[in-house]
């Protein structure tokens, strides 16, 4: 595609609910970063992927937090009995060449 | 972790006025990135400087990278209001954002 797509654009989740928010990054782009954003704030690094491995993933904040990318290519982050301190903006970014790409976001608020 | 510092962290100003914004760091990098980002959107890259002292100018913005390559700032001259946004600066390749300068410019 022409931009790094996210779904769903907004995510309204119970507490204790899953979710899975998806990132189709750049056609042919390696690398592929999550980050999560509180309003004002600058963007937190979660984990990045280089094609199909994880090669970083020290800024997911717990283990509820689960992020793949089986093919390199879409990845999923997944967060699992959702907590109302983890509404925020989850940013998915791509790169190939340095440049990074970022998608708009997908908002999830937990209530 | 929040390696890199931005002041202020708020800024609101009228339309024609100028302004600088900070990026700090204890950390050398080989070289930092702007980002500007609007409400609802993902940060959009603004330029990379990479050469310790070095100073790009992208049309009212100029942007100088610090000679120890540990801060960085970015002036805008006659701010409009369609400069309101998020600045941020990352370092290259560190994966980290600063914490974020918030410039609102009033008409």
């Known amino acids: 595609g022409a931009g790094v797509s996210q779904s769903p654009r907004y995510k309204v989740a119970k507490r204790g609910q899953d979710v899975a928010l998806r990132c189709d990054p750049i056609?042919?782009?390696?690398?592929l970063f999550w980050y999560q954003q509180a309003l004002g704030q600058g963007p937190e690094f979660l984990t990045y992927?280089?094609?199909?491995?994880?090669?970083?993933k020290s800024g997911l904040p717990s283990d509820r937090f689960f992020a793949e990318r089986p093919e390199g290519s879409v990845s999923t982050l997944k967060i699992q009995r959702t907590q109302q301190e983890d509404s925020a903006v989850y940013l998915c970014?791509?790169?190939?060449?340095?440049?990074?790409?970022f998608g708009e976001g997908s908002w999830l608020t937990v209530v | 972790t929040q390696l890199l510092e931005q002041s202020p962290q708020f800024l609101s100003i009228q339309e024609g006025e100028n302004l600088t914004v900070y990026c700090n760091s204890s950390s050398v990098f080989s070289s930092l990135q702007w980002y500007r980002q609007e409400p609802g959107e993902g940060p959009v890259l603004l330029v990379t400087?990479?050469?310790?002292?070095e100073v790009k100018k992208l049309k009212r913005l100029t942007f100088q990278f610090g000679d120890a390559r540990k801060d960085s700032s970015l002036h805008i001259t006659a701010a409009q209001p369609g400069d309101t946004g998020l600045y941020l600066c990352a370092g290259v390749g560190q994966f980290y954002f600063g914490t974020g300068t918030s410039l609102t410019v009033i008409p």
């Open positions: 056609s042919g782009h390696v690398s």
């Open positions: 970014a791509s790169s190939l060449f340095g440049t990074i790409y």
């Open positions: 992927f280089q094609n199909e491995a994880q090669l970083d």
């Open positions: 400087v990479v050469t310790g002292g």
